[in-house]
């Protein structure tokens, strides 16, 4: 149960008692027990005013502000009405409206949780491959055509090991006959997918080969290799933040889920049948 | 007269004096210039490889896009560009083959953000009644969201958008501001200098009356210059649908921010002759002095080859080029409200636009049409592919489905684009020397790019007036390249005497991909009536096919198997170079010079979904086509 270690079972602790307290804070008139009164006090009264100045850039006057109250009035009974008959289920509007601000949430307390860096280097040791660097070859190549014989291979990779140039008829002129140190899949995207993986098992210094490419069969002299490496933390703890906000905000998610989820019994129709 | 004479000669040889003491001996001087560097990596001022992008893509932050049903956001986009796998918006895993080196990301800037918001129901959509009635038809699904997409482009092209919700997500509005951040904050977390590269920009949507005028821009700069600015619209009272409205927003643009910023159009095709006039405007206007330097200043690119249809030639216009006839959508407008005649079509191609280009340059001393070329997608998914094998299509309700081929991508009572014409196609590539936002908008600048219709074919091409047979055999084409003449995009200076200009031309085909046909120079010029004149030459080629009496070499033939969807490079080379000197050259005539080279034929994309799903193909569908690359071109302009 990775979910109950530290810290995500903080914040599900944490998420817990913001769900606690919006509970508590709800205004009377949202509460469905209280049905007979509508009561609009000096708060709401405020608070109508406030959002008519925000859009019209002035306080409301005498008459507006009762238009408004009324407005208010109107609307609340006709949701407890509309209530009452149950109006608001199967909804689909209103439904994913209060599912969203659950959502809502969950995701405002994962987005406010600052890990301490030991968390982080655990997220970044689990997750590895996604900060690695590339490895990177330095190389230099001769092209020998689509399918050279046995002899023309060994024969041009003894003159090259020998120090001497080897010139070929049909050599191509837009390949890079040498690539600084490069990316691998960088190189790949040069040569066709997998041509860099030669290079990689290649010996540095001399000349080595064939090497199948995309156009077919090469001598080459890998002058560095430079493997791959993960970062220290300091270097993308940015990053490494990111992506752990983003992971912390879906394990609470599910967590939070889950743990509601336990307090209903669900009854589903089985639909792994054979018509499936 | 003696003393005249030694004073003049004072004179002459006085500057040198003044350096006499570091003027070093001849000897001496030799050595300083090794004629070979002995690192073979230094002197290498010049690109070394393409840099393969995207100059066009839209995220469900685009109001179609996300009307449509796209869920995925910029981050998802970039991801994908990298080389991420990611689900599409309707469930499938995708991944490219090959990750990108950069793109641009270009979400239409009018309503931009309404539609994640009306996916979630937002309460600043909702409270609007015909707000509340397409959230309603979007949750439906099916063909019910269906209508409601098609709803709200209408409204949008109708411009009768309720006005609380074009008030609410237009420039002044928080929203508006909000997704700008976010379009311009996640490109920021993606660029990643030297690995790749990836640029803020807008796609700024003007589409009169459905005549396409679609420009996308791409910004040189990062954060701190972007958020200074909101992107334009073209929905009144909030922007113009006149490009002048654009122009004026990039000049403020580079004015209050220090930064830099370029505009590209794209399908012409759909403009019915608007995209490139020669007298009027579509909004009134005339072609004159002020049109062309603007056009000329903030238009250097042209986007010539997208998933709605290809844009370098039609047949109509070039009847003696038999591979003008590829990809071409010519049926009308973007939503053929008004067909297409055949007068239109000279405004809408880019090679007529080149020629134009010079009969302008003609009249006003500026040539507003000499722009490089480039590929893009314009695919609304936040999915940049364009390989036949890979394509997620134009929008999220034609990814890969048994039935996508039987969606038009537009039918009307006028005329139809059945859906099996989309276009899998294409992507920019850039001769850059860093993969840097700097090193890629410099390129676009000095139209240093070229486009393909997907395949990552390798292109070079070098205009000079001193290039030989014996340069083809060279192992460091780049260095003579760059050494002895101008790179694609580049003007070719006029010289003295009677030579012709030759050129240096070498293509290679996509490692993973077919081999060769041919390599083509096309030549477009003004002749001395006046008359614009355009021709193809064959100029290399495979399998030593021997050329007709007229230049022309016969078809490479085709291997494709259309019941497995495959084909052989057992026809065409992986190589092509030659150098090749202009027999038909006139020093007194404007002319431009562009390459296109030539796949052999394999197959369209939906042979795949033939293959992979069984999905049934109209009687009369293309099954096989050759991909092509196209050069930016080189001009000539005689001396005075």
Do not use: C
Not at chain 2, 94 to 106: G, K, N, Q, S, Y
Not at chain 2, 462 to 483: H, I, K, M, P, Q
Request: hydrophobic share 40%; charged share 25%; aromatic share 10%.
């Amino acid at each position: 149960m990775r979910i109950l270690k530290e810290p995500l079972f903080h914040f599900f602790l944490i998420g817990a008692a913001i769900f606690v307290w919006f509970h508590i804070i709800a205004p009377d008139g949202e509460a469905v027990e209280n049905l007979e009164t509508i009561r609009v006090d000096e708060a709401d009264v405020a608070r109508l005013a406030d959002q008519f100045e925000a859009r019209w850039k002035r306080r409301p006057s005498e008459a507006e502000l009762q238009a408004l109250v009324d407005a208010s009035i109107r609307e609340e009974v006709l949701v407890r009405e509309a209530r009452k008959l149950g109006l608001d289920r199967g909804d689909s509007v209103i439904r994913s409206r209060l599912s969203q601000k659950m959502d809502f949430l969950t995701e405002a307390i994962a987005t406010s949780v600052v890990p301490e860096d030991e968390e982080l280097e655990a997220f970044l040791n689990r997750n590895p491959a996604r900060y690695a660097t590339s490895d990177k070859v330095a190389f230099t190549q001769i092209f020998l055509g689509e399918e050279p014989s046995e002899a023309q291979i060994t024969t041009a990779l003894n003159t090259l090991n020998a120090g001497q140039d080897v010139t070929v008829s049909n050599s191509s002129i837009l390949l890079p006959a040498s690539m600084p140190l490069t990316a691998t899949r960088v190189i790949d995207s040069v040569f066709g997918a997998g041509f860099s993986k030669g290079l990689a098992e290649a010996q540095t210094g001399p000349w080595t080969g064939p090497i199948q490419s995309g156009y077919g069969v090469h001598l080459v002299q890998v002058l560095a290799f430079e493997p791959s490496r993960t970062p220290p933390l300091s270097e993308i703890r940015s990053d490494v933040l990111r992506d752990w906000r983003r992971a912390a905000s879906e394990d609470l998610a599910q967590a939070q889920f889950e743990s509601l989820v336990e307090n209903y019994e669900i009854e589903s129709p089985d639909l792994s049948g054979p018509d499936k | 007269m003696y003393r005249v004479s030694a004073f003049a000669f004072a004179l002459v040889i006085a500057p040198a004096s003044a350096f006499s003491d570091a003027v070093p001996s001849e000897e001496a001087a030799e050595g300083l210039f090794l004629e070979q560097p002995y690192s073979p990596y230094a002197q290498r001022s010049f690109p070394e490889r393409p840099l393969w992008g995207d100059t066009h893509l839209h995220t469900g932050l685009s109001l179609d896009a996300g009307a449509f049903g796209n869920t995925l956001l910029p981050d998802d986009a970039w991801r994908f560009a990298k080389g991420e796998q990611v689900i599409s918006s309707t469930g499938q895993p995708v991944r490219l083959a090959r990750p990108l080196d950069w793109m641009v990301l270009t979400d239409h800037t009018d309503l931009m953000g309404f539609a994640p918001d009306l996916q979630a129901g937002k309460p600043g959509v909702i409270s609007d009644p015909k707000g509340l009635e397409w959230y309603e038809g979007y949750k439906a699904g099916g063909e019910e969201a269906g209508k409601t997409a098609f709803d709200i482009i209408t409204n949008f092209s109708q411009m009768t958008l309720p006005e609380i919700l074009l008030e609410s997500y237009s420039p002044g509005a928080d929203a508006f501001a909000f997704t700008w951040e976010h379009i311009v904050l996640a490109a920021e977390r993606h660029n990643d200098p030297g690995n790749f590269t990836a640029f803020i920009g807008f796609e700024w949507t003007s589409v009169p009356k459905g005549f396409n005028l679609h420009r996308n821009v791409m910004l040189r700069d990062g954060p701190i210059r972007a958020l200074q600015m909101v992107p334009p619209v073209t929905q009144p009272p909030y922007g113009d649908t006149d490009p002048k409205s654009l122009y004026a927003w990039l000049e403020e643009y580079q004015e209050k921010t220090g930064g830099r910023a370029v505009a590209f159009a794209h399908n012409g095709n759909l403009s019915n002759g608007w995209m490139f006039p020669t007298e009027d405007t579509y909004h009134g206007g005339k072609v004159d002095e002020e049109y062309v330097a603007a056009r000329a200043k903030w238009e250097p690119h042209y986007e010539v080859t997208q998933i709605k249809g290809d844009g370098e030639a039609h047949p109509f216009l070039s009847p003696d080029d038999e591979f003008a006839d590829y990809e071409n959508w010519d049926v009308g407008n973007l939503d053929i409200t008004e067909l297409k005649t055949e007068d239109m079509l000279a405004g809408e191609y880019a090679r007529e636009a080149l020629k134009r280009g010079l009969m302008l340059e003609e009249k006003f001393g500026v040539n507003p049409y000499k722009f490089g070329m480039g590929g893009a997608t314009d695919s609304h998914t936040s999915l940049a592919t364009a390989e036949e094998d890979n394509f997620f299509g134009k929008s999220v309700s034609v990814e890969p489905s048994v039935s996508r081929i039987k969606h038009p991508f537009i039918a009307n009572d006028l005329g139809e684009i059945p859906g099996d014409l989309l276009v899998a196609s294409g992507y920019t590539a850039v001769w850059a020397t860093e993969n840097t936002r700097a090193a890629i908008f410099d390129a676009f600048k000095r139209r240093e790019t070229y486009a393909t219709t997907g395949p990552r074919i390798g292109l070079r091409f070098f205009g000079g007036w001193d290039f030989s047979d014996a340069d083809v055999e060279t192992r460091f084409l780049a260095n003579v390249g760059y050494t002895k003449g101008v790179p694609m995009g580049s003007d070719l200076r006029p010289r003295e005497g009677d030579v012709a200009p030759s050129f240096l031309i070498a293509a290679l085909r996509d490692p993973v991909g077919a081999n060769l046909d041919r390599v083509q120079v096309v030549k477009g010029w003004l002749d001395s009536d006046g008359i614009l004149q355009e021709k193809v030459y064959d100029v290399a080629w495979s399998d030593g096919r021997v050329a007709d009496e007229n230049g022309k070499v016969p078809a490479v033939g085709n291997t494709v198997d259309v019941e497995t969807a495959s084909w052989a490079n057992t026809i065409g080379t992986a190589e092509l170079v030659t150098v090749w000197s202009d027999p038909d050259f006139d020093p007194d005539a404007r002319a431009f010079y562009y390459v296109r080279a030539i796949e052999i034929p394999t197959p369209r994309w939906i042979l795949y979904d033939k293959l992979r799903f069984g999905a049934e193909l109209p009687q009369d569908a293309v099954l096989t086509h050759q991909e092509r690359a196209y050069s930016s071109p080189i001009w000539y302009t005689p001396a005075d």
